[in-house]
């Protein structure tokens, strides 16, 4: 018998490495097929070209200057109003002007250089620069100086200088402002694709660029000197775009010229070098105007279109300019100001460039329309390259705490969502559909290839959806099934060979698709650029995805006879438009299952992404009404499955349960204690315990307060069971220690009595035993650290009820709580005072009295504004416990007051509390 053991280990083997070779092979197969080219590469390029051309605004047939005057007074009020000021942009448009002014440098012979800083918005400064001449009589014309993507130099940039120092030799004033994200604005968060995060919280990411305009306007015409008849603004590139945003809308612009700065929507379509940054392609400009439109708008002001001949950017004259002047000649005509309407073309050098003969066409028309009479500015350039500064020199001074698109995006998101009203035309499901611009589509399918391998037959699809996309698939099935599962994933379809795998051993049928914008479907050419610019014209790439998947779903129903069809996507961003899809079609999908979904939105801003990173996460006003879990909601718990969730994902999506008034402390005590117990759903028992003492001086508080409800909630969110108690509390007095000695050390005892109490329930409550700690917020900061130190010791009291189990914690944050009762009271000129007793009961009850080496560890917590307990408490309790080589870490946040939860608006602390007690709690 033990002869053959060789040969069966032999056979064994050889099975085994032949099922392996059997399931490689399989998912080679699966790959090869995955990969299989269905469309030509640029056929999504196409269809988003001829997807937008149709939807770009075209310029009305209007033949008189009332009626011209009376539609341009609603594109202008529609622009300002529906694109730039929406969401919170309008207080910041109606909030007070504040400019500070700084030093005066001197600039040349003729002119001296203020420095300025001005709130574009509150909290965000911008650094400017006014050029004032020496000699200033009366009214003289004002220039606006913006400057475009000149990450490095900014407003110091030389051929910016030359212009402002040239301005001001002719008699003018001109003010060099800086253009959020470059020069000294030149800061991540500040960076120009991350403008969308205020979008997605309903907030114009444009209007800190438009106000940044506004306000510099605003500086320019407050001064005394300035002629509210001669007002310029001129900027080359992002500048081009600036001045003609500016020059269109604000009606206080007299003469603009944009140089080499932008070209109608029509034209970035086919020219894809002149599609623009965010602020340029807007959500939804397109919609109310078209560029044709801003520029026709300028009539019958004098402007001057700069365009250079052989731009190694982007705006080239050759196809740049004939649309613009095209749309803007006949308006021109209209107010018989035709010569009011000039071009220039750039040969020399003829790239991307604002020099000396783009300079010179400038001084030109200034010259012919805000020289005075008899007194012809000079049109050539005034030699002053001597007078060029560095950068340096023309730093501006700004608060170290400047807002930035990031920050004021942080800020928009926590109080967010906040859904609108509900009312029969206003139901959350017409209004995501609405959000995410939503249109029900159809699917004609084309099969383009098939083959059969053993049980396996494979067919390759053109899903061609409402004529306007062509989505390639790829089939699977293993015999006959009524149920498809469509699978999508962030890294293509080429990646999803091991789900396709499990699916089909399911007995599933698989259909693997590349929606808009993934795999196959990636727009070859400036792929983010075009996501930005369908955005712009009315449309949301985001709705396009969950169109086009909702689509295929109906497909597979009604043409394909599929009884079920279900969705597993791959990737936060596809596992979004998948759960859209779920929610606005129930009838088409059975259910979802999302692997790498996000838990919240507020994700995208809290990781600081940009919108080239993902176009479709940046749509506009979603997180205004909607999170992950009200869209889970929506769409109904049950149909959403997360597989192997995250941390956040369980954070957010949990579903807590919470026991009130459960006694703890025996029948003649009033205390009770709430239970809060995480969700079964996302995670298993036993969990970690944390027991949670609130604060009140001693005297009040109460366990179901709104900061303990906070900790309680994020807590269980993150699978611990919390323990929200009540103990016994002093008659109010005057000074701390009479409040003190009426409840100690009985109040320290019911803190040990709940931590025995949930090691004695431990089974019922799916407790970790071994692993419990404390959190507390002022007295009951205090608490827990001496709940903490003197553990299973009965020299503050015996330990009476549940005396077998153990009292100790493992770990514990207390949060701006009294430690060196002693010292508080010097800093209080109270301890000459005090008796003998109430000396004894301060070192018995000060915490940094307790320390021993078996100690756990802490995290402390402390607020810099806190008037009640000053900080210097929980910087003394850090000092000891590093001194008796406890672990503890002391956090202090920067404008914090007394008493906050784990969601201050200084700080998210969700992070580190939970990090801490994973680290210490989750073996």
């Known amino acids: 018998m033990l002869n053959h053991c060789p040969r069966r280990f032999f056979v064994i083997c050889c099975l085994i490495s032949l099922s392996i070779q059997q399931v490689s092979a399989a998912e080679q197969d699966l790959k090869t097929w995955l990969s299989q080219p269905i469309i030509e590469k640029d056929l999504p390029w196409k269809e988003v070209q001829k997807y937008i051309a149709p939807r770009v605004l075209g310029m009305p047939e209007i033949d008189n200057v009332t009626d011209w005057e009376k539609y341009i007074s609603k594109v202008r009020s529609d622009v300002l109003n529906k694109v730039v000021y929406r969401g919170e942009a309008a207080k910041w448009r109606d909030s007070k002007m504040n400019v500070v002014w700084l030093e005066t440098i001197e600039g040349g012979p003729e002119y001296k250089i203020q420095k300025l800083r001005f709130e574009a918005l509150p909290g965000l ?36 200088q030359v212009r402002c120092i040239n301005q001001a030799k002719r008699g003018m004033i001109a003010l060099n402002i800086e253009w959020v994200g470059m020069g000294q604005l030149n800061v991540p968060g500040l960076m120009h694709y991350r403008m969308n995060q205020l979008d997605l919280c309903g907030t114009s990411g444009l209007a800190p660029h438009y106000l940044s305009m506004k306000r510099g306007l605003d500086v320019l015409l407050a001064h005394p000197n300035a002629d509210p008849n001669r007002v310029a603004v001129a900027g080359l590139s992002g500048g081009g775009w600036q001045t003609i945003f500016i020059s269109s809308l604000d009606e206080r612009v007299t003469l603009s010229n944009p140089v080499a700065g932008y070209s109608s929507f029509l034209t970035r379509v086919f020219h894809t070098k002149d599609l623009g940054d965010s602020e340029q392609t807007p959500n939804d400009l397109g919609v109310y105007a078209d560029y044709t439109h801003l520029t026709a708008m300028r009539a019958p002001r004098p402007t001057l279109l700069t365009n250079n001949a052989k731009d190694n950017c982007c705006f080239e004259s050759g196809y740049a300019q004939p649309p613009l002047l095209k749309a803007a000649f006949p308006v021109y005509k209209l107010y018989d100001k035709e010569n009011f309407l000039q071009k220039h073309v750039n040969h020399d050098p003829g790239d991307h460039n604002f020099l000396k003969d783009n300079r010179e066409a400038l001084y030109r028309m200034l010259s012919v329309h805000f020289s005075e009479t008899g007194k012809p500015l000079p049109v050539k350039e005034i030699e002053c390259s001597a007078e060029i500064k560095s950068f340096d020199e023309l730093k501006v001074e700004l608060p170290s705490n400047n807002e930035t698109f990031h920050s004021l995006a942080l800020k928009l998101s926590q109080n967010l969502p906040q859904p609108a009203t509900k009312s029969s035309e206003n139901s959350p499901l017409k209004t995501l559909k609405r959000i995410v611009h939503y249109k029900k589509s159809q699917v004609q399918g084309t099969e383009t290839d098939q083959t059969k391998k053993e049980n396996m037959t494979v067919k390759f699809w053109k899903l061609n959806v409402d004529k306007d996309w062509t989505v390639p698939a790829v089939e699977f099935s293993r015999g006959l099934s009524k149920l498809t599962t469509i699978v999508v994933s962030d890294a293509g379809r080429k990646s999803l060979a091991p789900t396709v795998e499990k699916l089909l051993a399911k007995g599933e049928n698989v259909l693997a698709i590349d929606p808009f914008y993934f795999g196959e479907s990636k727009i070859s050419q400036r792929d983010f650029l075009y996501g930005l610019l369908v955005a712009a014209v009315g449309e949301r790439p985001l709705g396009i995805q969950t169109g086009q998947l909702t689509a295929i779903a109906r497909w597979l129903r009604d043409k394909r006879k599929q009884t079920s069809v279900k969705i597993q996507s791959t990737g936060p961003r596809s596992s979004l438009f998948t759960l859209l899809a779920a929610t606005i079609e129930p009838e088409a999908i059975s259910s979802v299952s999302l692997i790498g979904s996000m838990g919240s939105l507020k994700q995208v801003i809290e990781d600081n992404q940009s919108v080239n990173q993902a176009p479709e996460l ?138 025995r109490f949930l090691r004695k329930h431990a089974d019922k409550y799916q407790i970790d035993a071994d692993h419990i700690g404390a959190i507390g917020g002022s007295a009951g900061g205090h608490l827990v650290s001496i709940l903490a130190m003197t553990g299973d010791d009965t020299k503050p009291g015996p330990q009476e009820k549940y005396a077998g189990f153990s009292s100790s914690i493992q770990a514990v944050v207390p949060m701006y709580g009294v430690h060196d009762m002693t010292a508080l009271a010097k800093s209080r000129d109270m301890l000459s005072a005090f008796t003998d007793a109430e000396k004894e009961l301060c070192q018995q009850a000060s915490p940094v009295n307790h320390i021993s080496k078996n100690d756990p560890p802490f995290l402390i917590l402390h607020g810099t504004k806190d008037r009640l307990v000053p900080v210097n408490q929980s910087e003394l309790l850090s000092k000891a416990l590093k001194k008796g080589n406890i672990p503890a870490e002391l956090i202090i946040i920067e404008g914090a007051p007394h008493s906050f939860h784990l969601q201050p608006k200084q700080q998210d602390l969700r992070p580190k509390v939970i990090g801490f007690f994973d680290r210490h709690l989750k073996p």
């Open 125 to 160: 400064w911008i650094p400017a620069l006014l050029y004032v001449p020496n000699q200033l009589s009366g009214k003289v014309p004002v220039v606006l100086n913006v400057n475009g993507h000149d990450g490095k130099n900014g407003k110091a940039a030389d051929y910016k």
């Open 618 to 755: 940046f749509c506009f006003g979603l997180l205004k009404e909607f999170d992950i879990r009200q869209i889970v909601d929506l769409a109904g718990k049950e149909r959403v499955e997360f597989i192997e969730p995250s941390s956040r994902v369980k954070q957010e999506l949990s579903q807590i349960r919470v026991k009130q008034d459960i006694s703890y402390l025996g029948q003649k005590r009033t205390e009770k204690l709430d239970l809060y117990l995480p969700d079964s759903t996302f995670q298993k028992g036993p969990y970690p315990a944390v027991i949670i003492i609130h604060g009140g001086g001693w005297h009040g508080g109460d366990k179901a307060a709104r900061r303990e409800i906070n900790i309680g909630n994020n807590l269980a969110k993150a699978g611990y069971v919390c323990a929200s108690i009540n103990y016994q509390l002093a008659n109010k007095r005057t000074k701390f220690t009479d409040n003190l000695k009426q409840v100690w050390p009985g109040n320290l005892q019911d803190c040990k009595t709940a931590v």
